[in-house]
């Protein structure tokens, strides 16, 4: 793939979250977005389909290329959101989709 990617994160969470966890994953969002202007867009929302089959909550993200998203999967801060995640994620569909 070359060009733009959208990434697209599914998660399934073992319980709801709270006020303060939501908060977290938006400064987290916000960081990555400072931190690398590969990244073009990065935000988590709720999912409200109702073909959501139980994966409530969404990462929409995008990279200039699957180098960028290569190269953000790689570094420390994206290890210490998985970390963080792993507490309230039971089950993850991720989608990569070029945008050319």
């Known amino acids: 793939m070359s060009g733009p990617l959208r990434h697209v994160c599914l998660f399934r969470l073992k319980r709801s979250l709270s006020a303060e966890e939501t908060a977290e994953l938006q400064r987290h969002a916000a960081a990555f977005l400072a931190a690398d202007a590969n990244i073009r867009a990065y935000r988590f929302g709720l999912n409200t389909s109702r073909k959501a089959g139980g ?46």
């Open 55 to 100: 994966f409530e909550l969404v990462l929409y993200s995008e990279f200039t290329s699957a180098a960028a998203l290569a190269a953000y999967v790689q570094t420390p801060q994206h290890e210490v959101l998985a970390r963080y995640m792993d507490g309230f994620v039971d089950q993850t569909i991720v989608a990569d989709v070029a945008m050319g």
